[in-house]
């Protein structure tokens, strides 16, 4: 079957152009926002987790897809942001979505000072900088004890969603 001619990019990438995929899209909106509802906190656990590993893959294709850049380096920029929510949880008891935020913002703002460097780097020297960040990074969390509070991911739940 031919497929018709694009003139651009954009033309390939326009969310939501048919009829189908919006009934499809709204299923699963429904569906999700009802799922806590219908399935088991375990299943509800595996769907947050699931729901975070697809934002690190977003950020990757937006990175590796649109700049042709390689990082090797987001685990790192994702340590940091949960690390420093957790922190701000934790000691500074503050409260859960303001401290996501803040931990976005956070490696947001990691991920801009290391990017002014970066940008004069190609290829492997590019690769070698990130994975040596990711590297440098998660060590020094692991090993840090930042306000007696070694590892403090035990201690620290999401809190259910107002709907469940």
Do not use: C
């Not at 930042?146 to 809190?159: D, E, I």
């Amino acid at each position: 079957m031919p497929s018709e001619m694009k003139r651009s990019y954009y033309e390939d990438v326009q969310p939501l152009k048919g009829g189908p995929a919006r009934v499809w899209f709204a299923l699963m909106l429904i569906l999700l926002i009802s799922a806590p509802f219908l399935v088991k906190s375990y299943y509800v656990y595996v769907m947050s987790l699931m729901a975070v590993n697809v934002i690190v893959a977003l950020g990757m294709n937006l990175l590796v897809g649109n700049t042709g850049h390689i990082s090797l380096g987001h685990a790192g920029f994702v340590a940091i942001g949960a690390y420093t929510t957790v922190l701000l949880i934790s000691a500074g008891g503050v409260f859960f979505p303001l401290a996501l935020l803040a931990g976005g913002l956070l490696a947001a703002m990691f991920g801009f000072i290391l990017g002014i460097p970066a940008l004069r780097l190609e290829g492997p020297y590019l690769a070698i900088a990130t994975l040596g960040f990711g590297i440098a990074v998660t060590i020094t969390i692991g090993r840090i004890d930042l306000f007696g509070l070694s590892m403090p991911f035990a201690t620290v739940r999401s809190p259910p969603p107002r709907w469940a």
